[in-house]
C-alpha cells in the first residue's frame, strides 16, 4: 500500500467514525468534519511532530481548529491513535467506543473543542467562529520567543473566513513575519444555511492572501500527495519571514454523495439513513483504498523540551519604581493617573517575570504601555497589535496557551469589542489579563464615542460564576489611585485567571501608601461613620471624598468605603454598613447594573434589612470641557453626591446641580 492509499484508507475509518458518533449524538456535524478528512489525516498521521500521549509537550507542533463545529474528525483521529485525554493529571488514551459519548453531560468530548473539558490537544476553546487564527498567531508569537522550532497549523472555514477577525489575524500574521503559523482555508463551498459567498470562493481567497503578502497553495484538499507536498514546503520555510497560507478545496460529505450540498449542516445521518451513507462511503472507498503490502503511516515526535526556567527578579515598590525610572518628581507631587501607574508596574513586571507580555491595539502612549515598549530588554515582549481589539485578546489567548502571561490594554471603551473573544478566553481556562484606560466619563471632552459605560456590568456577570478552576469566571478591578492601580497590576499577574482592571486619565492624589496591600476580591475602608456607607471604586472615589466634607458640616457622618474589586468580601461589607446605620448609597461613573447591582445582591442574599440607593450614569453623556463639567451633566458631581446622601439621612441641603436631561 502507498502513502496514498494508506492516507484514504485512514481518512475513511476517521470519517466513519464521524458518522457514527454524530449519529449516537443525535446533533453534531459530520459532514463539515468529512471535508476535513484528508488533511487531518496527513496532519496527525505524518505531518504534525507531537506526542499522542503527551498533548502538551512544550515542543509540540499545534493544531487549532478554528472551524470547532467540524471537531468530529479530530476526536476520531485521537481515539484511533489513542492520543491521551482527561486531567494532566489523570492522562490516558482515548478509546474507540468513547467516540459514542459525543456531547453526554459527562463526556470529555464536548460539542464544540475547549481544553478546559478534558481534552488538552487544543489550546483554546473554540467554537465561535473566526477567533482561531488569533489563537494560533499568539502561539506563533510565544515559540519564536522561545526560539522554539514549533510549527502551527491553523484550519478555518471557507464561511468563518468572511469574519472580519480573520483578516486582522492575517494582517498580524504578515506584520510579524509569523512564518512559523499556516493558515490552512477549508474550502468546501457551504455554509449552515447556503453556499458560501464567491468571495470566499478558493480563487478569491488565494487572490486575498496574495495581495496580503503571502505565498499560497491551492489544492484538492482530498489529495493526499497535494496536501503533504503543500505540509512539506510550509515546514521547509517556517523558519523563515516570508509566511505561507494553504487554500483546499473539499467537499462537504467527502464519500457520502447523499449528504453532499445544502441541507445537512448540523444534520447527522440515523437509522437507514446512517447505514446508506456507511454503504456509500464504502463504495467511494473502491480504488483508493489497496490490499496490498501495507504502509506505516509514521507520527514524527517533536524535539526535547528544555528543563531550563527562567529565574524572574525581585519586584520593587512604587516608590522605588518611581526613583528608578526617573519619576521622582513627579512620585513628589503627590499626583498621578492610575493609567501611569499601571504603565509603571507593567514595566517593573517585565523585568520580574519573564513570561510577562505587552499587548496594545495602537494606544500605548495612553495606556502607557509604551514605556514597556520602549524599554530595550522588554520590547521582544511587546506586541503591537494595531486597531485589532478582537485579534488582541484572542492572540493573547494564545501567548496564555503557550505558559505566558499577556496584559492586553486598550481604552476601555474599545475593549467592549473583544466581548465574545474574552467570553471564550473564559472558557478556555485562559491566563488573561486586560487593562482598559480612559473608563467611565472622566475623560469629559472626547464625549460618549471615548467612554466605557457597560463595561463593569458586562464584566460583572463573570463575577457571578465560577470558572473550570473554582475561581470567579472574571476579576474586575478599579483601582482609586496610582498605589492601588500599581498593587493590582502585580495582583493580576499573580492570579491564573481573566482579570479586567479599568484605568482613568486624570491625575488623581494620592490616597494610599506603600503600607497598603491590594487583592483581589478585596476592599478597603477609607473613612470609618456610623450614619451612611458610601460605596465607590475609581476616580469616584476622589469625588465621594469631595463629599465628605460638605456632609460633615452637616453633621452627618459618613464611611466612605473603597469597593476596588469584584467580586468582594459581602460579609465584611454587609458588618461595615451595619456599622454606618444599614444605609448604603454606592456611586460609580458608568451605566448600572454594576457595582451598585453587585452590592445590591449581597444584601438581598443576605436577608437582612438594609437600605440601597445608587449614583450612577442615567443618560447618554455628551462632550464636557472638564471632568466638573461633565460629573454635572450626568448627576455625580460631589454637591449631587453629599444631597443624595443628606436626603437618605432625612437632611434638607441646598440645591445641587441637577443632571440635564
Known amino acids: 500500500m502507498s502513502f496514498v492509499a494508506a492516507i484514504h484508507e485512514k481518512a475513511i475509518r476517521l470519517d466513519e467514525y464521524a458518522l457514527d458518533m454524530c449519529a449516537a449524538s443525535g446533533s453534531g456535524h459530520p459532514t463539515s468534519a468529512m471535508s476535513l478528512g484528508h488533511l487531518v489525516t496527513v496532519l496527525m498521521y505524518h505531518s504534525m511532530r507531537w506526542l499522542p500521549d503527551h498533548p ?7 493544531l487549532v481548529l478554528s472551524e470547532g463545529h467540524a471537531v468530529p474528525i479530530v476526536y476520531a483521529a485521537m481515539a484511533d491513535i489513542g492520543g491521551a485525554v482527561g486531567p494532566d493529571d489523570q492522562l490516558r488514551p482515548l478509546q474507540v467506543e468513547e467516540l459514542k459519548t459525543l456531547r453526554e453531560n459527562d463526556s470529555l468530548l464536548d460539542g464544540h473543542p475547549n481544553p478546559m473539558e478534558g481534552f488538552p490537544f487544543f489550546d483554546a476553546a473554540t467554537g465561535s467562529l473566526g477567533q482561531g487564527l488569533s489563537v494560533a498567531a499568539g502561539l506563533g508569537i510565544a515559540a519564536r520567543n522561545d526560539e522554539m522550532d514549533k510549527r502551527i497549523f491553523c484550519i478555518i472555514g471557507d464561511g468563518e473566513s ?7 489575524a492575517l494582517d498580524f500574521i504578515i506584520d510579524h513575519k509569523l512564518a512559523n503559523v499556516l493558515p490552512i482555508f477549508n474550502c468546501n463551498e457551504y455554509g449552515q444555511a447556503d453556499k458560501v459567498s464567491n468571495q470566499q470562493s478558493p480563487e478569491r481567497l488565494v487572490a486575498k492572501l496574495e495581495a496580503f503578502g503571502f505565498v499560497v497553495d491551492l ?13 512539506d514546503r510550509f515546514g521547509e520555510d517556517s523558519a523563515g519571514e516570508k509566511p ?14 447523499m449528504l453532499q450540498g445544502g441541507g445537512w449542516h448540523g444534520k447527522p445521518a440515523t437509522g437507514d439513513k446512517l447505514a446508506q451513507a456507511k454503504e456509500e462511503l464504502k463504495t467511494s472507498s473502491v480504488g483508493l483504498t489497496s490490499a496490498l503490502a501495507g504502509y506505516d503511516l509514521a507520527i ?29 518628581l513627579l512620585y513628589k507631587s503627590g499626583k498621578l493617573a492610575t493609567r501611569k501607574a499601571y504603565g509603571i508596574a507593567l514595566r517593573v513586571l517585565g523585568h520580574a517575570n519573564p513570561d510577562v507580555f505587552a499587548l496594545d491595539a495602537d494606544v500605548r502612549n495612553s495606556t502607557f504601555a509604551e514605556w514597556f515598549a520602549d524599554d530595550e530588554d522588554l520590547a521582544d515582549r511587546f506586541v503591537g497589535c494595531k486597531i485589532a481589539e478582537q485579534n488582541m485578546f484572542s492572540v493573547g489567548v494564545g501567548l496564555s496557551a503557550a505558559g505566558k502571561v499577556p496584559f492586553c490594554s486598550s481604552f476601555a471603551k474599545f475593549i467592549t469589542r473583544g466581548y465574545d473573544q474574552i467570553e471564550m478566553a473564559i472558557n478556555s481556562g485562559a491566563n488573561l489579563k486586560m487593562v482598559g484606560s480612559h473608563s467611565g466619563i472622566s475623560l ?11 463595561d463593569v456590568a458586562w464584566f460583572r456577570s463573570f463575577t457571578t460564576s465560577k470558572d473550570h478552576f473554582g475561581n470567579p469566571g472574571c476579576y474586575v478591578l478599579q483601582p482609586a489611585d496610582a498605589y492601588a492601580a500599581y498593587g493590582l497590576t502585580f495582583a493580576m499577574a499573580d492570579y491564573h485567571g481573566v482579570c479586567y482592571m479599568r484605568t482613568h486619565r486624570p491625575d488623581v492624589e494620592f490616597i494610599y501608601d506603600e503600607n497598603t496591600q491590594f487583592n483581589l476580591g478585596g476592599i478597603e475602608l477609607l473613612t470609618p461613620g456610623r450614619d451612611l456607607l458610601l460605596v465607590s471604586a475609581g476616580f469616584m472615589i476622589h469625588e465621594c471624598n469631595k463629599a465628605l466634607e460638605t456632609l460633615d458640616k452637616m453633621g452627618i457622618d459618613v464611611a466612605l468605603l473603597d469597593l476596588y474589586s469584584l467580586p468582594f468580601n459581602g460579609d465584611q461589607l454587609l458588618d461595615l454598613a451595619n456599622d454606618a446605620g444599614g444605609n448604603i448609597l454606592v456611586v460609580e461613573d458608568n451605566y448600572g447594573a454594576s457595582l451598585g447591582s453587585a452590592v445590591a445582591d449581597a444584601v438581598t442574599t443576605s436577608g437582612d434589612g438594609f437600605t440601597v440607593e445608587q449614583l450612577h450614569v442615567r443618560r447618554i453623556p455628551k462632550s464636557a470641557r472638564s471632568e466638573d463639567d461633565i460629573l454635572k451633566q ?17 437632611v434638607a441641603t441646598p440645591t445641587a446641580p441637577v443632571a440635564t436631561a
Not at 468572511?162 to 486582522?168: A, M, P, Y
Not at 489544492?219 to 505540509?231: L, Q, T, V, Y
Not at 469629559?444 to 464615542?449: F, H, K, M, V
Open 162 to 168: 468572511r469574519e472580519g477577525q480573520i483578516w486582522e
Open 219 to 231: 489544492i484538492d484538499g482530498h489529495d493526499p500527495e497535494a496536501i503533504k507536498n503543500a505540509f
Open 444 to 454: 469629559a471632552s472626547d464625549g460618549p464615542s471615548q467612554m466605557a459605560l457597560p
Open 300 to 328: 514524527y515526535p517533536p524535539a526535547e523540551a528544555s528543563d531550563s526556567q527562567s529565574t524572574p527578579c525581585d519586584m520593587m515598590t512604587f516608590g522605588d519604581a518611581m526613583n528608578r525610572y526617573d519619576m521622582g
Open 244 to 257: 505561507r497560507a494553504l487554500v483546499a478545496k473539499t467537499v462537504k460529505g467527502w464519500g457520502v454523495p
Open 634 to 650: 450626568c448627576g455625580l458631581h460631589y454637591t449631587n453626591i453629599a444631597g443624595k446622601a443628606a436626603m437618605m439621612m432625612g
Open 56 to 62: 502538551r509537550y512544550p515542543t509540540s507542533d499545534r
